[in-house]
């Protein structure tokens, strides 16, 4: 099992984008478009266990997802999603902090592994205003999850450096 602090070196490791698919772009899935990457970490021990999944909604492009995966040793664990990074989903929400018609972010805890929970629930969740945009999510992603070679699979993510302060 995890600690919150281990989950949170977990994400924070540095790590590089070993492949994309596909090479280029997104593909299209339904009414979503999307990318998968894998990711190796700096450290052996995590060499190979990381992957992100990147989703966006192709009409309300506000709407969009950027998780970290983690492959675990752990045969009763599997893989979990260690964080996720999401966009607005409308401007109706059932829950008092809004969280649904602002960016927010959901991060794993060792409670929700404990209980069974692989994934972020949403009882664990931030709203915040380091990003507005897909393109401002998928760079503070990036750089929270301490992926250094970002920028060579997505470039335009590093041109946001010349005009804003991200």
Same mark, same amino acid.
């Given at each position: 099992? #995890?600690?919150?602090?281990?989950?949170q070196e977990l994400l924070a490791m540095p790590k590089a984008i070993r492949d994309k698919r596909p090479?280029?772009?997104?593909?299209?899935?339904?009414?979503?478009?999307?990318?998968?990457?894998?990711?190796?970490?700096?450290?052996?021990?995590?060499?190979?266990?990381?992957?992100?999944?990147?989703?966006? =909604?192709?009409?309300?492009?506000?709407?969009?997802?950027?998780?970290?995966?983690?492959r675990t040793e752990a045969l009763d664990l599997g893989t979990i999603t260690v964080v996720r990074y999401?966009?607005? =989903?409308?401007?109706?929400?059932?829950?008092?902090?809004?969280?649904?018609?602002?960016?927010?972010?959901?991060?794993?805890?060792?409670?929700?592994?404990?209980?069974?929970?692989?994934?972020?629930?949403?009882?664990?969740?931030?709203?915040?205003?380091?990003?507005?945009?897909?393109?401002?999510?998928?760079?503070? #992603? #990036?750089?929270?999850?301490?992926?250094?070679?970002?920028?060579?699979?997505?470039?335009?993510?590093?041109?946001?450096?010349?005009?804003?302060?991200?």
């Amino acid at each position: 099992m #995890f600690s919150d602090s281990e989950l949170q070196e977990l994400l924070a490791m540095p790590k590089a984008i070993r492949d994309k698919r596909p090479a280029r772009g997104y593909v299209r899935d339904g009414a979503q478009r999307r990318c998968d990457l894998e990711l190796d970490a700096e450290t052996d021990l995590h060499a190979g266990a990381f992957t992100v999944f990147v989703r966006q =909604h192709l009409r309300f492009i506000e709407n969009f997802s950027v998780g970290l995966r983690y492959r675990t040793e752990a045969l009763d664990l599997g893989t979990i999603t260690v964080v996720r990074y999401n966009g607005p =989903h409308g401007d109706i929400s059932r829950h008092p902090d809004g969280h649904y018609a602002k960016p927010h972010i959901h991060r794993l805890t060792s409670d929700e592994l404990q209980r069974g929970s692989l994934h972020p629930t949403e009882r664990h969740r931030e709203t915040t205003d380091r990003y507005d945009t897909f393109e401002r999510a998928l760079r503070t #992603f #990036f750089l929270d999850a301490g992926v250094r070679n970002f920028g060579d699979f997505f470039p335009e993510l590093v041109q946001l450096d010349m005009f804003n302060d991200n």
